[in-house]
């Protein structure tokens, strides 16, 4: 079965900008949620509110399209109702960060049974560009129109300290890493957080002198650090570069899970 059969065609062709990263990202999540051999019935998707919140409406199965910032725990009372059921969330960075911070670090502390894909494209892409908690020192925004002076969050290293069993970053770029990354989530037991950093240009690019997409894609590709390389710098004592950003997986571990099934209640 082709992943495109996880697909509305109904809802076809979508709202993204063009050049938009979204696209790759459901793509690369419906590959591996494929590749599961889950059936339409049993699977779930949630988002909350924002661009990368949208994606549900063009899945064919079951999907919550729910309040700003509130997917994890719409996610939550889904997966504890019924954990028979296979429940992915799709979030932004603004949407998981920011107003949904909170949830976000106690379902990582809880470690509830679910895959968390996050499209950071390090800015409010759907409500005019504002700064959001990830955005980069530096870069420009809506509300940071001389250069955010903010350190932005790491959300691979929130996940991580706040007990998430999985946790990956990749990129836009990395196609067949990222959903590597995502089918490893789907089949690890517990909180499963994969972070795909994704070009928006209309919000991001054109204020911060991407001229064209494919110069954003670039940046990403070229500021990515292998979290290995990253390693083996800190064990030299190298200093490392601060406009870089890790990618790989970052963390796997088997802390207990809420969420699961049984296993004598398996069929």
Not at 90 to 108: K, R, S, W
Not at 130 to 149: A, K, V
Not at 234 to 241: C, D, H, N, V
Request: charged share 20%; glycine share 10%.
């Amino acid at each position: 079965m082709s992943f495109n059969e996880w697909l509305r065609q109904d809802k076809l062709p979508h709202i993204y900008c063009a050049g938009c990263g979204n696209g790759t990202i459901i793509n690369c999540t419906l590959a591996a949620v494929d590749s599961m051999g889950w059936k339409k019935e049993d699977t779930v998707f949630v988002s909350g509110i924002g661009c990368s919140s949208r994606a549900p409406g063009y899945i064919v199965t079951d999907s919550l399209h729910t309040t700003h910032g509130r997917a994890l725990a719409f996610a939550t009372g889904v997966k504890m109702a019924n954990p028979k059921l296979h429940v992915v969330v799709f979030t932004g960075d603004g949407d998981l960060a920011a107003i949904g911070g909170n949830h976000f670090i106690h379902a990582c502390r809880r470690n509830i049974d679910l895959t968390v894909v996050c499209m950071n494209n390090q800015i409010y892409g759907m409500t005019g560009g504002q700064g959001s908690p990830t955005t980069p020192r530096g870069y420009l925004s809506t509300t940071t129109p001389y250069g955010s002076t903010e350190t932005a969050f790491d959300l691979g290293e929130l996940a991580i300290a706040a007990g998430a069993n999985y946790v990956a970053r990749w990129t836009s770029y990395h196609v067949k890493e990222l959903e590597r990354a995502v089918k490893i989530g789907l089949e690890t037991p517990g909180f499963s957080f994969i972070e795909a950093l994704v070009q928006c240009p209309t919000n991001f690019g054109r204020r911060n002198k991407f001229r064209q997409v494919a110069d954003q894609i670039e940046y990403l590709r070229a500021h990515s650090l292998l979290k290995a390389k990253r390693d083996r710098m800190i064990e030299k004592g190298e200093i490392i570069p601060e406009d870089v950003f890790v990618v790989g997986e970052l963390i796997r571990r088997n802390r207990p899970a809420m969420g699961i099934v049984p296993a004598e209640a398996k069929p």
